[in-house]
């Protein structure tokens, strides 16, 4: 690529980023770099050895990062949240104590959708409206088979 070559502490200013964000472009090859100089000198920092046509590509890359640190950030923020606000959430280890199961099985339920309820946050979630349905079920359940053997 032949064109007008810069600085690192230029493309940095370009960017609006430091100047050592603009390594990680070169080191993931987004960036693209001239030879060093040809009399072998190691003035590699005064160097004018990157292609201005090659910050638009990383102009992209940087914001793509950025968003996906965001979403790494949102993530970790839920992580052990409800899902939301608008219910009163019970997590596997209150429904299972609830309704007589092992937390083991009562995730097993929810991931083969025997049992309503989402996964978020990095756990299984049930709302407490559905967990008092099961446990009523199991319940009424439990008694008629309690009847039908003493008959």
């Given at each position: ?58 102009r992209a890359w940087l914001l793509e990062r950025e ?22 959430w019970l997590d596997t280890t209150t429904v299972a ?15 083969e959708e025997q049992m309503p309820g989402t996964f ?32």
């Open positions: 690529m032949a064109g007008v070559r810069i600085t690192y502490r230029e493309a940095a200013r370009r960017l609006s980023v430091g100047e050592a964000t603009v390594r990680a472009p070169l080191r993931h090859v987004v960036l693209e770099q001239t030879p060093p100089p040809a009399d072998g000198s190691r003035r590699v920092k005064a160097h004018a050895s990157i292609y201005v046509e090659s910050l638009d590509p990383v968003a996906e640190s965001a979403e790494r950030e949102r993530r970790r923020q839920q992580h052990g949240n409800p899902p939301d606000l608008a219910h009163v104590a609830m309704a007589g199961l092992t937390v083991k099985w009562a995730q097993w339920m929810i991931r978020h946050g990095g756990r299984y979630w049930v709302r407490r409206e559905h967990a008092e349905v099961i446990v009523a079920a199991r319940a009424f359940t439990q008694r008629a088979d309690e009847r039908q053997d003493d008959h």
